[in-house]
């Protein structure tokens, strides 16, 4: 059964079809590294990393794309105030960023091409749009204008008969009120952090660079576009609106959004005092790991509701299950009735049936606990539910120690392009080759397993 998910595009369940199997195209919005993130936001970062493993673990071979936001109107108003540079502001929380997804377990993204990174290939694009005459320039600031793309408003379903056509919005967030043309470049004062264009002094706005930096690295039409659902308006309409008015062609196919995450029945805010960080769970006892679980326990389409009694319970269960998996030997093995054979069978069309349709992983959890509960042996109970962790993430058999250094970090990337490389000799059937490159690999301390879905590499046990 292939994947099901709900698009909003189409405001329905949809069957799951990549433009070039078995490739994929997936682009997640990152963060603005001015702060560190809340609890919501995690949220989202964890369906993106959902989806990501199902879709690796359904055979597609996936590139997740995923932006750092280091210029923008709040960073550098925070490091004005703390008298640091923009620089300083965004290296220290685009680390605590990358600590906070790995304590989660969430897996890195492919490319996290930073917003200043690309400054140039804004300007060129914006250029483009002026050009094609559905941008224009007003006292320094580039302007697109909305009433020159009619289908504005198809993703959010903004009123778009309250268009305000030649009233002008510089601002990255606003109101939905405020259907208004947006700021793809924004004239500053000189003695302002920005850059010369052929507009003057100014910086880019928030909305263009997910156009552009999506588009470089994974061309004019995206598989998949995830973000939270706060994102949908102004940001991805308007992302929407930059992108086909540049290209003429279909930007997203599928726009996958994640819900809000409550506090305590309450939208989360700094002055209610319900505004929660990772560190905050870790201060009151708390594994990340039990975060990831007690959001698996909600659908991601759904809301959440987020109490310190609930995030308990997620804890117990996921130490529970946590220590029926690492209590199995490796040696117990039994052979297999065909009536558990047919049993665990079961099970696993029955996970993946949970998890097909819609990322339903409350099911899916469901499915975990009725192995556990089940008389299978101990051992193939153990081999299930590691292979569902594949796509929970839960790290239930892990026993390595819980974070990595950064020297793990940055091999990744090698470690990957080496996959890669031998997967092609083996494919030409270059045995001497693959082999060599899997000696490789395991000099740099991975385990490399060839399996049906192509090959396997994990960090040897330490
Ligand atoms: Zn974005």
């Not at 079809?17 to 997640?28: D, F, L, R």
């Not at 208004?180 to 010369?196: I, R, T």
């Not at 005092?273 to 991601?300: M, Q, W």
Request: net charge negative; with cysteine.
């Amino acid at each position: 059964m292939a994947l099901q998910i709900y698009n909003s595009l189409t405001r329905k369940k949809e069957e799951f079809k990549p433009i070039n199997s078995p490739s994929v195209g997936m682009y997640t919005c990152g963060p603005t590294v001015y702060d560190f993130m809340h609890i919501g936001n995690l949220r989202t970062f964890l369906l993106s990393d959902i989806l990501y493993r199902t879709l690796v673990a359904s055979g597609y071979k996936v590139k997740l794309v995923m932006n750092i936001t280091d210029i923008e109107d709040k960073i550098i108003k925070r490091a004005k105030e703390r008298n640091i540079t923009p620089s300083e502001l965004t290296s220290k929380y685009t680390k605590a960023f990358k600590e906070n997804l790995q304590k989660l377990n969430i897996l890195p993204a492919d490319v996290n091409p930073h917003a200043t990174e690309y400054i140039s290939q804004m300007v060129e694009y914006i250029k483009a749009l002026v050009e094609k005459g559905l941008a224009y320039e007003k006292d320094g600031s580039v302007y697109f204008d909305i009433s020159k793309f009619p289908e504005y408003g198809k993703l959010s379903g903004v009123e778009t008969r309250e268009l305000k056509t030649g009233t002008r919005i510089l601002s990255d967030e606003y109101a939905k009120e405020d259907v208004q043309d947006f700021a793809l470049w924004k004239a500053v004062d000189k003695d302002e952090v920005g850059m010369m264009s052929p507009w003057g002094w100014g910086r880019p706005g928030w909305h263009i660079e997910c156009s552009v930096m999506s588009q470089e690295q994974l061309g004019e039409t995206l598989d998949i576009h995830v973000g939270g659902i706060d994102l949908m308006f102004p940001h991805h309409e308007n992302e929407i609106a930059q992108s086909e008015g540049k290209t003429g062609k279909k930007f997203v196919n599928y726009f996958v959004h994640g819900e809000f995450l409550l506090v305590d029945g309450k939208k989360m805010s700094k002055s209610l005092g319900n505004y929660y960080t990772l560190c905050d769970i870790e201060e009151k006892g708390f594994t990340p790991a039990s975060f990831r679980y007690l959001v698996l326990t909600a659908h991601y389409k759904d809301q959440m509701n987020f109490t310190w009694e609930s995030l308990k319970g997620a804890q117990t269960a996921y130490e529970r299950l946590k220590s029926l998996v690492s209590g199995v030997a490796q040696s117990d093995r039994t052979v297999l009735s065909a009536e558990k054979e047919e049993k665990i069978d079961e099970y696993r069309e029955k996970f993946w049936a949970a998890v097909n349709n819609d990322l339903n992983m409350p099911q899916a959890l469901s499915v975990v606990w009725e192995v556990a509960k089940s008389n299978i042996p101990s051992q193939d109970k153990r081999d299930l539910i590691l292979l569902f962790d594949e796509v929970l993430g839960l790290g239930l058999g892990d026993v390595r120690k819980d974070t990595d250094t950064d020297e793990d970090k940055e091999l990744s990337g090698e470690v990957k392009k080496l996959v890669e490389e031998r997967e092609e000799a083996r494919k030409n059937k270059d045995f001497k080759r693959s082999d060599e490159l899997r000696d490789k690999l395991q000099e740099m301390g991975y385990e490399v397993e060839d399996t049906p879905e192509g090959t396997r590499v994990r960090h040897a046990k330490k």
